[in-house]
């Protein structure tokens, strides 16, 4: 499954319904939380498979602050990230 996240606050939750073999997408202000500088950062420690849309990170200008465990991503592939997951629940 692939967890669409929009804002900080929703990563908590999202922790406790992740399963293993779930990714997670950042997008919106849920990018603040790529950085290892921030509170909710805390939040992605337990999840291996994350990647943020940098057509979020641009526009706050947030994109050199992104963790390296974390991967950058475009609208293409977010795309194809949501072809290739069997399902995607936003948050």
């Known amino acids: 499954m692939l967890h669409i996240v929009k804002s ?7 922790s406790r319904y992740f399963q293993p073999h779930d990714s997670l997408l950042l997008v919106e202000n849920a990018v603040y939380a790529a950085s290892e ?6 939040d992605l420690e ?28 475009d609208r ?7 072809v290739n997951q069997t399902k995607s629940i936003s948050w």
Request: hydrophobic content about 45%; proline content about 2%.
């Open 46 to 73: 337990n999840i291996s498979d994350i990647f943020v849309l940098e057509e979020d990170l641009n526009a706050r200008g947030w994109r050199e602050k992104v963790a390296k465990n974390i991967k950058i991503i």
């Open 8 to 14: 900080q606050q929703q990563l908590q939750l999202v």
């Open 37 to 42: 500088n921030t509170p909710h950062f805390a």
């Open 76 to 82: 293409f592939e977010f795309v194809e990230l949501t």
